[in-house]
């Protein structure tokens, strides 16, 4: 029987610098005598999980209402090009320093697949820039859904002509990963606990790594 390692792409692979993106792009603003930047860049987190479950939309621009939104909450002028710099940086960034090594070992026995909360044209690069190749790179633009909405996994696995029990599933995101998938009969679920975050009882079972280094040797490679 076919077996295959999915992601989670964005925080799982690819360190997604979006915190020191944004203060980057905000330099010029970010002087308010009562803004605290933490506050607002966790705002902003929030803000991106919220628009993901609305009706689906492109990922762009989830990027550019949940950033203008955050920025409103704490009296920051928006400017157009703010969204358009976040956007534009997402494609430049690359992998976790363990992450190429550990897919290559994977795939010496398992399929992999990237399941992740973006449009097409941003994940490409992404995944150059990580340097393997996936059987599957499958997309919220093409689920027509994000995470964790279960549609999005549930169009993956018609993608990839599996059924769940096939599928072990690799990801750091709790609230978009891990939730949604308790109950969705996956042969195994990895979380990636790169911060250190408290996990949960009621959500197991799962195995916990903190990063991608064990997975080859969790997984039998």
């Known amino acids: 029987m076919r077996e295959i390692v999915t992601f989670d792409a964005y925080a799982t692979l690819i360190n ?16 308010l005598d ?37 920025m409103r909450l704490h009296g920051l ?7 358009e710099a976040l956007v534009d940086a997402v494609p430049t960034f690359g992998p976790w320093p363990e992450v190429p090594e550990a897919l290559r070992k994977l795939k010496t026995k398992y399929e992999i697949a990237i399941i992740s909360n973006t449009d097409d044209n941003l994940i ?6 990580i340097g393997v190749e996936f059987d599957y790179v499958i997309t919220a633009q093409q689920a027509g ?10 169009h993956a696995f018609r993608t990839m002509g599996v059924e769940s029990s096939q599928v072990i599933h690799v990801a750091q995101g709790w609230e978009y990963d891990h939730i949604p998938t308790r109950d969705l ?15 949960s ?21």
Request: negative net charge; glycine residues 6%; charged residues 35%.
């Open 77 to 83: 002028e928006y400017r157009e090009t703010d969204g």
């Open 16 to 31: 997604f610098e979006l915190g020191p993106t944004t203060l980057k792009v905000l330099e010029d603003r970010l002087d």
């Open 145 to 154: 859904a994000y995470k964790p909405d279960r549609q999005a996994f549930k």
């Open 124 to 129: 490409a690069r992404n995944v150059e820039n």
């Open 201 to 221: 009882a009621d959500y197991q079972p799962y195995d916990e790594l903190p990063d991608l280094s064990g997975l080859p040797k969790l997984l039998g490679c």
């Open 34 to 70: 009562n803004l605290d930047v933490d506050e607002f860049l966790d705002d902003f987190r929030v803000m991106r999980f919220q628009a993901v479950l609305e009706a689906y939309r492109p990922y762009h621009e989830v990027l550019h209402s949940s950033l203008r939104n955050a």
């Open 185 to 199: 009969g996956l042969k195994r679920r990895v979380w990636i606990n790169r911060y250190g975050r408290k996990g």
